[in-house]
């Protein structure tokens, strides 16, 4: 059981038949009245996250997230299929489960699968990815002074913003929570 008191960033709980995760918390004293805790929560099941208050003495159980690293090995007919690096059992997952940021992993990459009693609910690909350009603009030197950017797309078929003296063919990396580009590889 966890108490409203002790919210801090990343706790997951169970609350309403739903399982969220503590995105942000306050807590807060006023002048008059009772204390209270204010919180940003996201249902990690669907990803929607609502403000809510909490007295401090609210207690909810624990909720444990199993995040187990496999290995992403194809996709075939819009099941994306990936293996237990333990086990070398394949585990076929729905693409609708994945998120925006599986768009950055290319095949044999190693990422995070997420699930709770069993039910997978995610995929955390690495925080950064080294990808190769393979459409773009021609690059032109001496392009670094301004911070002007042009589209660029990635073997994975993902498509960003890349400074301009980037040209086909290079290695960049991706961070993959934002789907930004950070540099050279």
């Known amino acids: 059981m966890v108490s409203a008191g002790d919210f801090r960033n990343g706790i997951t ?21 009772a204390a209270f805790v204010r ?16 007295s401090p003495t609210e207690k909810f159980p624990t909720a444990y997230i199993e995040r187990k ?18 086990t070398y059992e394949n585990l076929p997952i729905n693409g609708e489960v994945l998120g925006d940021n599986f768009k950055f992993v290319k095949e044999n990459t190693t990422v995070k699968v997420l699930s709770y009693k069993g039910n997978v609910f995610g995929v955390e690909p690495p925080y950064f990815i080294e990808l190769q350009v393979t459409e773009t603009d021609p690059g032109f030197k001496g392009n670094t002074a301004t911070n002007a950017t042009k589209p660029a797309k990635l073997e994975t078929g993902a498509e960003i913003s890349v400074p301009l003296f980037i040209n086909e063919g290079d290695m960049i990396r991706v961070d993959t929570r934002t789907g930004e580009y950070m540099e050279r590889a």
């Open 39 to 54: 919180t940003k929560i996201k249902n990690v099941i669907t990803g929607s996250v609502t403000e809510k208050t909490f």
């Open 13 to 33: 709980f169970e609350m309403d038949g739903n399982v969220v995760q503590i995105v942000e918390f306050q807590h807060v004293k006023p002048g008059k009245g």
């Open 69 to 86: 690293e496999m290995e992403y090995l194809y996709e075939d007919g819009g099941l994306y299929y990936f293996m237990d690096n333990e």
